[in-house]
């Protein structure tokens, strides 16, 4: 996997330009922008990290990206950590880590958190069930809110593959019960990997596009 820029004009958008420093021969996928827009976290397995796949950070410059940098431990291990996401005050992280005590799914993945403190960020945590399950959880984007986070799973009750769910937070700091966003967003095949605006009025996502997918 690349990543890929394109730059919307007065013509329209512009053909997909190389996103050149993130681009090795090894494997980068999972951008995400920060709110404040001067940070990209990306997901890689480029040499230089501290395992199988990593998270990293790039910082913007004045018309480009600037290298990215291993966010190193306590976040990432010897072990699978990407697709991150953090919260509009910098201050939570999100992203999916290996699961081994996983029995049902193949890829073992669940959702973890860390809380940036003086400027690090500490040991993450395992996100509570039913947010993570004995399934596959994967991509949680927290929303401009705060409150909201978006993920995809495979757990049994959705439509078929990976189905895109939404959990908020409570008035007590907890997390409520997810809700899936239902058969208009989710179909029989893979929902996933969402990008939404501060302005929360559209969101991009993944979908299969197989014949056997309504």
């Given amino acids: ?6 730059f919307k004009t007065g013509l329209g958008w512009t053909p997909p330009v190389p996103l050149l420093f993130a681009n ?10 920060t709110y404040d827009q001067n940070n990209l976290l990306i997901t890689s397995d480029q040499k230089g990290g501290k395992g199988d796949v990593d998270l990293w950070m790039a910082k913007r410059g004045k018309s480009l990206w600037g290298k990215a940098v291993n966010l190193g431990a306590p976040v990432n291990t010897a072990g699978y950590e990407g697709f991150g996401s953090i919260s509009p005050d910098g201050n939570t992280l999100y992203f999916v880590r290996e699961c081994p005590e996983k029995a049902n799914c193949k890829d073992k ?8 403190v003086n400027g690090q960020w500490k040991a993450p945590k395992k996100m509570p069930s039913p947010i993570n399950t004995e399934w596959w959880e994967f991509g949680p984007v927290i929303l401009a809110d705060n409150l909201t986070l978006i993920f995809s799973s495979t757990r ?6 990976y189905d895109l769910y939404k959990v908020e937070k409570t008035e007590q700091g907890g997390w409520g019960r997810p809700v899936n966003l239902g058969n208009f967003i989710n179909t029989r095949g893979e ?4 990008a939404i605006p501060a302005s929360g009025d559209i969101m991009y996502y993944t979908k299969s596009l197989g014949k056997d997918v309504g």
């Fill in 24 to 33: 090795t021969r090894m494997n980068t996928a999972g951008p995400f922008i």
């Fill in 191 to 194: 929902d996933s990997l969402i």
């Fill in 109 to 116: 993945l669940g959702i973890f958190y860390s809380e940036k």
């Fill in 156 to 161: 049994p009750g959705g439509y078929g593959g």
């Fill in 1 to 6: 996997y690349d990543l890929v820029v394109k």
